[in-house]
């Protein structure tokens, strides 16, 4: 099996290329490192003891992805490159535009032209309208997303449906993944995101090891039990091998399928604060602030159609998450940099 992992130096994508090179799959990765670094490639080899083949290009360079389908044969592809910052996509709403659509239908032009037609789309539980019913299923409704990302997760989805509908060779299946955290128990790869992290998880890892002073938590007044928001935090490694299950179902079915990626559990912030200072004997300093804008109360998946069509369910404990993504902050305080 020969994968094409776009955007597989970053933080989901190098943890799929892991779990996909241990179970003696041929990776080829395309990544412009626009949030990522090359670092990473090697971090994945000195784990699996394989090195995948990388070629640095932009996913909207049509003829420098070209060049790869001409030397490589791929059996399917999981497009994972994207920009993902919420509040950046409100201020640069074209950079967002133009980057996470055009990288898609490139990416589905020069498939289609070189014939293959099966796709794996990170897609995220921001697809699903603020006004559901908890847990969310894939009937759930889809739309008013809050902002310009997730309006992009919103329409490449639609722009793949369409594409599978119009032509039934093509096998698209999209993952909606909820809350990834952690990192690979080697601690040898994790997140490493610029400035100052806008995610939970992170955020707590560098106050964790002093590179911040304390968390902010953002609103303490929300309709949840302590009043903090609600979220179905998953493992990174669940999350790759979320991908690996849906590459068997992607190869024998055809047309679009949805799937939740999450735990099914939903942990508030200070659920998070706790289970990380009792993982890691550590302690978070926090205060409360106000609420962030667009922010839910509560948010978390019925993650049952992946487990009864994927054979998939989340493995790894809070306990897991925190204390992975400790020991990757822990030796790699400033990420790949050092
Ligand atoms: P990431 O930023 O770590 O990885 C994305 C990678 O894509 C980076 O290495 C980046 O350099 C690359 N990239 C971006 N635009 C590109 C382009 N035009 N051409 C080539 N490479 C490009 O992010 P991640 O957390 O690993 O997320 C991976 C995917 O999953 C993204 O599509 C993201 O929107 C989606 N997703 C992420 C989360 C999350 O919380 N991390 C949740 C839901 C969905
Ligand atoms: C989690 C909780 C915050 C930071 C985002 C995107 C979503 C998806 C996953 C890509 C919330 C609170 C956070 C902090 C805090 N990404 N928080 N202090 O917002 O659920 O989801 O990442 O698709 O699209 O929106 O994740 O980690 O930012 O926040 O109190 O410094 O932690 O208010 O309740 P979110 P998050």
Redesign the pocket.
């Known amino acids: 099996m020969k994968v094409l992992v ?9 943890h799929t290329c892991v779990e996909l090179l241990e179970r003696g799959m041929d990776v080829v990765i ?7 670094k090359a670092q990473a490639r090697e971090r994945v080899a000195a784990i699996t003891g394989k090195s995948p083949l990388f070629y640095q ?4 360079d049509v003829e420098a992805l070209a060049a790869v389908f001409r030397i490589h044969t791929f059996d399917c592809v999981i ?6 910052a919420v509040g950046e996509s409100v201020e640069k709403p074209l950079l967002y535009y133009d ?2 659509l055009n ?1 898609t239908i490139n990416l589905c032009r020069v498939m289609d032209r070189f014939g293959c037609r099966n796709i794996i789309f ?5 697809v699903y309208s603020p006004d559901n019913q908890l847990p969310l299923t894939e009937q759930s409704r889809v739309g008013d997303c809050s902002n310009p ?1 997730g309006w992009t ?1 919103y329409m490449g989805e639609q722009i793949l449906r369409s594409m599978a509908q119009a032509d039934p060779r093509w096998s698209v299946v999209l993952l ?5 955290v952690g990192a690979h128990e080697s601690g040898d790869i994790g ?2 995101p610029r400035g100052i992290p806008n ?1 939970l998880m992170p955020y707590i890892s560098q106050v964790a090891i002093g590179r911040r002073e304390r968390l902010s938590v953002f609103g303490d007044d929300y309709p949840t039990p302590d009043g903090t928001g609600v979220r179905d935090y998953i493992h990174v490694v669940d999350l790759a091998r979320g991908h690996v299950a849906a590459i068997d179902y992607l190869m024998s079915h055809k047309g679009t399928e949805a799937f939740n990626l999450g735990t099914g559990v939903g942990y508030s912030v200070l659920d998070m604060v706790k289970a990380f200072e009792t993982a890691n004997h550590i302690e978070i300093p926090y205060q409360i602030a106000p609420r962030r804008a667009g922010d839910l109360p509560e948010v978390y998946a019925d993650p049952s159609k992946s487990a009864e069509i994927l054979g998939w369910t989340a493995q790894h404990t809070l306990e897991d998450m925190c204390r992975d993504s400790f020991r990757w902050q822990s030796k790699n305080p400033q990420g790949y940099d050092g």
């Open positions: 776009t955007g597989g130096m970053g933080y989901i994508g190098s395309v990544d412009n490192l626009c949030n990522s290009l932009d996913v909207r497009h994972f490159a994207g920009l993902k980057n996470n990288a990170s897609s995220s539980a921001t990302y997760k909606r993944y909820f809350n990834p997140e490493d995610n």
